[in-house]
Structure formats: C-alpha cells, structure tokens
C-alpha cells in the first residue's frame, strides 16, 4: 500500500502542481507588474509616490477581509468552479489596470483586483491539504511556490518587452503589458474548466482503487487531527503566532518586490525596460534553485523551524546588504534576499495543515492568509514613509530588513512538532 500510495501521489503531482503552478505565475504577475510599469505610469497619470504606494497595498485590504469567506465558499461550491470563475474575473479586472489613467481609477481598479485574488492562494493552499499527505506538502508547495520566482523569470522579460510597445496604436507600454497579461489569466480561467477535479474522490486521471486509496489516506489524517471546528482556528494561540510570521513574511517580500525593478535599474543606471528586465530576473533565477532544494530538504529531515528561521535571517541579511551596497555585491545580496523569503513560504505552510483540520483548516488558511495580506498593505507603505522621514531611498529598505530578522525570531520562538 505504501508502495501503491506513493505512485498515486506522484500522478497527482503530475496532474496537479502544473497547473497550480501555471495559475500561481499568473496571479503573481497580475498582481506584481504593476513594479515595472512604476516609472512610466506614474509619469503618464501624474500619479504621487504616496499615492503609488498606496495602490500597491490597497490590493490586499480587500484580499485580506475576503480571504477566510472565499475558503469557505470554495468548500462548498468546488474548485473547479470557483477557481476557474475568479481566475476569470481577476484578469478582466487586471486589463482594466491599462484604463486607471488616475489616481481614483488606480486605487479603485487595484481594491477589485485585491476582493478578485482573495480566493485565489488560500484555495491553493487547502487544496494541497485536500490532494497530498502530510509526508508529501512540502516538496509540493515547494513546486507551486517556484511560481512566484517564475513569475518574475519569465515575467521580467516579458513586461520589459511589452513596456517597449510603447506607442502602438496610439498607447503607452504599460497599457499593453495590463492587457496581454490580463487576457491570459482570462485564458487560464477557461482552462480549468476543463482540466481541473473538486477532489480526489471525483478525480478522472485516477481509477478507482487509486482513488479509495488516496482518499483514505487523507481521511486518515484529517481524524488524526484534533482540532475540526471552524471557531477553534481563531481561538488557537499558535494559530495566532503563524499569522504574525506570515505578515512579516510579506512585509518582506512585497516590500522589496514592488520597488525591484526601478531599484535594479538605479544600480545598473538604466530604465525600466527590457535589458533592466534580465538583470532582475537574475535574483529569481536563484530563488527557483533554493525553492526547489529547500523544502525538499525540510521534508527529508522532517525539520521546520529552523529551516523557516535561516530563511529568514537570509532574507533580512540580503535586503540590508542590498541597499547598502555597490551593484555587483547588492544583485548577490538580492538572491539571498530572493532565495530567503520565497523558500520560507512553502515550509511555513506547512505548520498551519499540520495543525487543523476540516472547516477549520480552511478557515486558518484563510485568517493567516489574512494577516500576511496586510503585511502586503503595509509593506509598500512603510518603505515609502521610511524614505521620505528619513531622506532617500535606503531607509525603507533597512526597515524592511529589521522587520525580517524579526521574523526569523518570531519563528525561533514556535513550539512544533518534527513532521517527519
């Protein structure tokens, strides 16, 4: 049975992790571009770097309060239908990105695009709870979580490229990067549809002994578990310890993310254009390394906290070293910083489906998805005050760094479980 189990894993990760990681990329580079279009937009629409700032977080506000109620409707309706619906509708709302020529549209269009993703990476989350064993989730969200460094591989590139079709017809760069972008999230949406199971019980790439044995090793699990109801997720202080970590975790990646492109093409003296574009895909190039080997590693040790921790602590060292540093030494610094806090995530998720089960798993995914969704909110804002209180453009980013290795400690003081 082992034997037998562990080949129907390896056909759902085959199944499943492709596309997963195919909508990731997606979700990240609609969400994201708008770090490339920075220079160019802000000039065209007169748009503040407060106001900026604000936009680039208000995505998450209402990604934030929607995220546990859009877990929970997942459950009920099915994932093949609510994914492939929001998938839909967030990139229609992305290409409406390319019409927000003011401040008003910008904030109003980047709120809808934040209530339109909200379902998005908690349902990723609790569908891997749903697919694979326990033994199995880190190597798995290791792969779904090489989406965002793809993301920024392939997508650097191609934004870089679609920015220099500025002109065509009659439109700026950045208007084209929105559309093309957001019709292939369209596309995707339709995709699933088609391709994507609500369940291992209904799944048509398994034949039916493969799904019985799949599904009870996964019902197995979750009766091992002794936290099911929904208000003991909320009520769990551990559950309360994750959510701070996972909102420092995205203090430090959405603030360096937002401002990498521009801070890449300061130290190589360009703008933000297709060359500036492969220098900031060098740093994610790196981060699909240590996404791939690291988690993989956690899983073969069964260790979490210390793994998560010196992720941590690379990322805080990186973003530090990065801004205060000369190019060459500051792009190394940004692949440690890359590496840091991509490898983190995958690892860090695995704390949460290890912890709680049913109703309240989905509602935990969703409550610290909540929480590292305001760390997107405030990330982009506190590098911005940072800069301005203090003159410059390095201040932010020290902070941002402090705030990282405070997250290494707050990981540090967790009490868990080996999960080998």
Request: proline letters at 4%; hydrophobic letters at 55%.
């Amino acid at each position: 049975m082992a034997t037998d189990l562990s080949q129907i894993v390896k056909r759902t990760r085959g199944r499943l992790v492709p596309f997963m990681l195919l909508l990731y990329i997606l979700a990240f580079l609609d969400r994201s571009n708008i770090g490339f279009a920075k220079q160019s937009y802000m000039l065209d629409t007169g748009l503040s770097e407060h106001a900026f700032a604000l936009g680039a977080g208000i995505f998450f506000a209402a990604y934030a309060f929607l995220g546990v109620p859009a877990n929970l409707l997942m459950r009920k309706i099915g994932a093949r239908t609510w994914i492939g619906c929001t998938t839909i509708i967030w990139g229609i709302v992305s290409a409406g990105m390319a019409f927000a020529d003011t401040e008003w549209k910008f904030l109003a269009v980047r709120t809808i695009l934040g209530a339109a993703e909200a379902a998005f990476f908690p349902g990723m989350i609790y569908l891997t709870s749903q697919w694979f064993p326990q033994r199995n989730r880190g190597a798995v969200m290791g792969l779904f979580y090489m989406g965002a460094p793809l993301a920024f591989t392939l997508g650097s590139p191609l934004s870089g490229a679609l920015l220099e079709m500025h002109g065509f017809l009659g439109h700026p760069g950045w208007f084209w990067m929105f559309i093309i972008e957001g019709f292939l999230a369209m596309l995707a949406g339709v995709f699933t549809f088609f391709y994507l199971d609500d369940g291992p019980a209904s799944a048509k790439f398994l034949s039916g002994e493969e799904r019985a044995a799949l599904c009870s090793a996964l019902e197995n699990e979750e009766n091992a578990k002794t936290t099911a109801r929904l208000a003991d997720a909320v009520r769990n202080p551990r559950v309360w310890h994750l959510a701070i970590i996972y909102m420092i975790i995205q203090i430090s990646v959405y603030g360096l993310i937002f401002y990498l492109p521009t801070q890449v093409a300061a130290l190589i003296g360009e703008h933000v254009g297709f060359k500036a574009s492969l220098v900031t895909a060098i740093p994610w190039i790196a981060a699909l390394v240590g996404t791939w080997w690291i988690p993989r590693w956690s899983d073969q040790t069964g260790e979490r906290k210390f793994t998560a921790a010196a992720c941590m602590l690379a990322a805080g060292l990186g973003i530090g070293l990065s801004a205060l540093s000369g190019p060459g030494v500051a792009i190394i610094a940004l692949c440690f910083a890359a590496v840091g806090f991509i490898a983190v995530q995958p690892i860090f998720w695995i704390m949460p489906t290890s912890l709680l089960a049913g109703a309240a798993l989905a509602a935990g995914i969703g409550f610290i998805n909540m929480f590292g969704a305001f760390g997107g909110f405030l990330a982009p804002n506190i590098k911005a005050h940072a800069d301005s209180f203090f003159g410059g453009d390095v201040a932010g980013l020290l902070v941002l760094a402090a705030i990282t290795l405070l997250g290494a400690v707050a990981i540090l003081a967790l009490r868990l479980k080996q999960t080998r």
